[in-house]
């Protein structure tokens, strides 16, 4: 699933500021001096209100956005722009509506193996289309998709390029219950089966404790700061229908909602002692400080 | 329903069209009845029947449906400068019009890229385009006239300046529109900027494009019949005027009737073309 010894450090977010010019003049710290890293084979969720810069965290790691202090580093090299190596998932679906599902999947295709023939990226993209579920709508153009069937498209277009991350920006916020908690499974799935590391924003409080290892919790912006690192104390191994009968799952869902709730604002005012934005606090709500695996038992 | 809805339209479209040629026939009829003919025969031979029976010269549908019927079966005729088939002209115009607006195309869409493209270029290029569009196409024709030396490029001068700015200015806000989202999944994809500019910009912005180009080519078929009544010698427009020195209405009713059939065709074939660059959203 993940190497041996995985790197501790395969994504590096190094002290990174974000500013933008008032407009009265002056400048708008969105956040600064922000550090997080992630190992490979991992799945961070971050969460915060709108407008704390989760999207502009993930634009710097996809590389549209570039931070005005520190560096974000992905395998050792800083990024200096878009990569084939990160895949981005959108939060609008965004596939180009002129061409066919497996003419979006194919584009992906062709821009990471420029010198292939035709046949050959179509074959590819195909066998991503398969692996969503799509398999018999490959011709079917974007407007002829309902909502879920247009994320997974965006899901086998991300994945088609086999990068070494996926970034994930809200993807499923605008789909049904039903279909977002398939579209949940399809991309745990994919992302155990294939070692994925994975880093998706989220405001779905449930989305964050079924698909994470690690919860990331952004205060208020502007000047938005890492609160702290929650683990997730679930087994690796969850079904969805059955996380909620987990004794942990509580521990850690009244914890993120107390922060959304409250702590999100008053953090920042009453930052606790011995804070090191370097090491933002790490924290593992539990039933009653039980073991992680615990839960094995109820589940 | 849909299909007794346009059966139904068809069916109005036809009354609409009879009662108006009926009316049409009745009205130029009414005048003969009152025959002035007691004028010395020689006299009235010379004067022909406009005078001598009071016949209006305003022909009726059938004199035209039966010239049109003439032009039909020998439009390439070529009797000399004043007199050559129907075919002919309009074969003139619209090559004129075609040379101008592709020359228009040719510079249009680039130029048009380039200013959605980069707001230092809009900007700069926006006083230019804004004193530039409001000119009535045949001020332009003097200036044509005497620094081209040639009536002919001189008139394809014309069509091409005013086939310009609704291609050029369309272009710019297609490109210009196009959607953030779709750029950066091309940016994503480490797609460079030639490649992104023909398979994100191009195909995003051609509903918009083509709308730019439809209503050039009715501006373009417009402005050619004006055009070539100026420069004269040959196209549909020098036909229209020499008719009119012929006295033959007739003609000059065929020739409007052909200009719009014509007209129709060029913008049908656009909006055809519109269509099948057109994406549902």
């Known amino acids: 699933m993940t190497d ?76 200096e722009g878009p ?32 010198d292939w023939p035709k046949a050959k990226v179509d074959a590819h993209a195909m066998a991503f289309i398969e692996k969503v579920g ?37 993807p499923f916020s605008a789909l049904d219950a039903l279909t ?107 039933a009653g400080g039980s073991g992680p695996d615990a839960g094995r038992k109820a589940a | 329903m849909s299909a007794s809805l346009n059966l139904r339209a068809a069916l109005l479209s036809l009354t609409i069209l009879v009662v108006f040629l009926l009316g049409w026939h009745v009205a130029v009829q009414s005048g003969s009845s009152g025959a002035a003919s007691n004028n010395d025969p020689e006299y009235a031979k010379l004067l022909g029947q406009q005078a001598t029976q009071g016949k209006s010269a305003m022909p009726g549908p059938l004199d035209v449906i039966s010239t049109i019927w003439g032009h039909l079966r020998d439009p390439f005729y070529d009797k000399g400068p004043n007199d050559k088939g129907l075919g002919i002209q309009l074969a003139w115009s619209l090559a004129r019009v075609l040379l101008g607006y592709a020359l228009a195309v040719l510079l249009a869409i680039p130029l048009g890229f380039l200013i959605g493209m980069s707001p230092l270029i809009s900007k700069a290029l926006d006083p230019f385009i804004q004193v530039l569009k409001p000119i009535s196409p045949l001020a332009w024709m003097p200036l ?69 180009m439809r209503i050039s080519i009715g501006i ?7 055009a070539e009544m100026l420069v004269g010698g040959t196209g549909i427009g020098y036909f229209v005027w020499n008719e009119w020195n012929n006295l033959s209405i007739t003609n000059v009713i065929v020739a409007i009737t052909v200009i719009g059939v014509m007209g129709m065709i060029l913008d049908q074939t656009l909006a055809w073309l519109q269509r099948a660059v057109t994406y549902p959203d």
Request: with cysteine.
């Open chain 1, 4 to 79: 041996p010894t995985p790197n501790p450090k395969f994504i590096s977010i190094e002290g990174i500021a974000r500013r933008y010019p008032k407009a009265g003049g002056g400048m708008t710290t969105v956040f600064e001096d922000l550090w997080f890293s992630m190992k490979k084979g991992e799945f961070a969720c971050i969460i915060g209100h709108s407008g704390c810069g989760k999207t502009t965290v993930l634009n710097i790691l996809n590389g549209l956005d570039a931070p005005d202090d520190g560096a974000a580093i992905v395998d050792g090299r800083a990024i």
């Open chain 1, 83 to 114: 990569s084939l190596d990160r895949a981005v998932i959108f939060q609008g679906h965004s596939l180009l509506p002129w061409r066919t599902v497996l003419g979006n999947v194919a584009y992906a295709v062709a821009a990471r193996h420029r």
């Open chain 1, 134 to 170: 799509l398999k018999g709508s490959e011709l079917k153009k974007p407007s002829e998709l309902s909502g879920g069937m247009k994320q997974r498209v965006g899901i086998a277009r991300a994945l088609s390029i086999e990068p070494k991350m996926m970034l994930m920006d809200e």
């Open chain 1, 180 to 286: 977002r908690g398939t579209l949940q499974d399809e991309v745990r799935r994919i992302c155990l089966e294939t070692g994925q590391t994975a880093f998706m924003i989220t405001h779905d409080v449930d989305e964050a404790i079924y698909l994470a290892d690690r919860i990331v919790l952004m205060t208020n912006g502007p000047q938005a700061m890492i609160a702290e690192i929650v683990e997730n104390p679930l087994p690796r191994e969850r079904v969805r229908t059955e996380v909620h009968h987990h004794p942990d799952y509580y521990a850690i869902r009244n914890h993120l909602i107390d922060f959304l709730v409250s702590r999100s604002k008053t953090f920042k005012d009453a930052v606790p002692e011995g804070y090191d934005r370097r090491h933002p606090p790490v924290v593992r709500p539990t």
């Open chain 2, 144 to 212: 044509a006239l005497y620094t081209i030396k040639d009536s002919g490029i001189s008139a394809i001068f014309v069509i091409f300046i005013c086939s310009v700015w609704p291609m050029l200015l369309n272009t710019a806000f297609g490109v210009s529109a196009v959607r953030k989202e779709w750029l950066n999944v091309a940016r994503t994809l480490e797609v460079g900027p030639i490649r992104r500019a023909f398979t994100i910009i191009l195909p995003a912005a051609a509903p918009t494009i083509l709308t730019g």
């Open chain 2, 220 to 226: 373009a078929w417009l402005v050619i019949v004006a």
